[in-house]
């Protein structure tokens, strides 16, 4: 239903221990009531998701954090003034009331506010702060449009809530702002370069072999169900596809083409990343050799996302 209509609707439904995909600013999330364990629960179910992976909770205002969490950190309140809400996820210590289903039995909890109107709304309606990873099988590539959510998850969802293709494309950034320095968990739609020059120096240490730390951070993630290797366009492609980052192959026949950004736009690129690899997995490709993109900015994130596509097939 319509992201804007359905709300009182998609409200109810999370009140009541449903399952609600919604859109926020980077992908579409999977929501369920984050104070009901049985709930958060049926996310785990629907995605096949391994339950040591751990789910971001939502707020609809950054003043309901520290009604949920109590004493703030000063440098996770800096972070909360600047860039809430928006595409950074904050690593906080785990509040009694929220299970610990959610968070995987860590004793921290992930959590933002979402920059996407419809995705506030529907959490100041259902009242309760909503725990959601993105709507997609666990491992497979994330959604950014409601179709990829239907496709997807089909029935397991209780309610789709459909708002259009999102805007970042990719996830959010994670940060644990609570020790001496920041520290970057997962590349996201929020620049490194942003945090830095908002609070100095920070150090970055994405994925995780063992328990993730945080949320979307294994090192196998967010793959297509093509194997998918990065590289360039040598030779003849045949039966593959190519997903170039400004123009498509110059030589050799190619199975399937997408262009994330002919204007060489990292932020375009993002919005676009997981829509073009969506399309390559349906073209019947029998491999996807993806194009790395400069490695600064947001496309840090983007390269971040094919590297671990690749690492689910190598």
């Not at 049926?42 to 609809?60: G, Y």
């Not at 440098?75 to 959610?102: C, H, K, M, S, Y």
């Not at 959510?149 to 708002?163: E, N, P, R, S």
């Not at 690899?277 to 490695?295: F, K, N, Q, Y």
Request: net charge negative; glycine share 10%.
């Amino acid at each position: 239903m319509p992201a804007v209509s359905g709300i009182a609707e998609a409200a109810a439904v999370l009140r009541t221990g449903g399952l609600v995909a919604f859109p926020t600013e980077t992908v579409y999330g999977l929501g369920a009531n984050a104070l009901d364990a049985r709930a958060a629960a049926r996310i785990f179910e629907a995605k096949a998701r391994p339950s040591f992976d751990p789910l971001i909770t939502h707020l609809a205002d950054a003043a309901d954090l520290p009604h949920l969490v109590g004493t703030v950190p000063s440098a996770v309140a800096a972070l909360v003034e600047r860039f809430w809400p928006g595409p950074l996820t904050l690593i906080v210590d785990r509040p009694a009331v929220i299970p610990p289903i959610v968070t995987s039995g860590l004793d921290t909890m992930a959590v933002r506010v979402p920059d996407e109107p419809s995705a506030r709304a529907l959490i100041a309606a259902a009242g309760v702060p909503v725990a959601a990873p993105s709507a997609n099988r666990f491992g497979q590539l994330s959604p950014t449009r409601a179709e990829h959510v239907v496709a997807g998850l089909g029935g397991a969802v209780d309610v789709v809530l459909d708002g259009g293709p999102t805007r970042c494309g990719i996830e959010s950034t994670i940060v644990d702002a609570r020790g001496e320095r920041p520290v970057v968990l997962r590349l996201g739609a929020l620049p490194v370069e942003a945090l830095i020059e908002a609070v100095g120096p920070v150090d970055v240490r994405p994925g995780s072999s063992g328990q993730p730390v945080a949320p979307g951070t294994l090192a196998a993630h967010y793959a297509p169900r093509t194997p998918l290797r990065v590289g360039s366009a040598t030779g003849d492609g045949g039966r593959c596809g190519f997903l170039a980052f400004r123009e498509p192959p110059v030589a050799g026949a190619w199975a399937a083409v997408e262009v994330l950004s002919p204007e060489g736009d990292l932020t375009a690129a993002a919005a676009r990343l997981f829509d073009a690899l969506h399309r390559l997995d349906a073209a019947g490709v029998t491999e996807i050799v993806a194009e790395p993109v400069p490695d600064v900015g947001v496309g840090r994130a983007i390269n971040d996302r094919l590297r671990r596509a690749a690492a689910t097939w190598h």
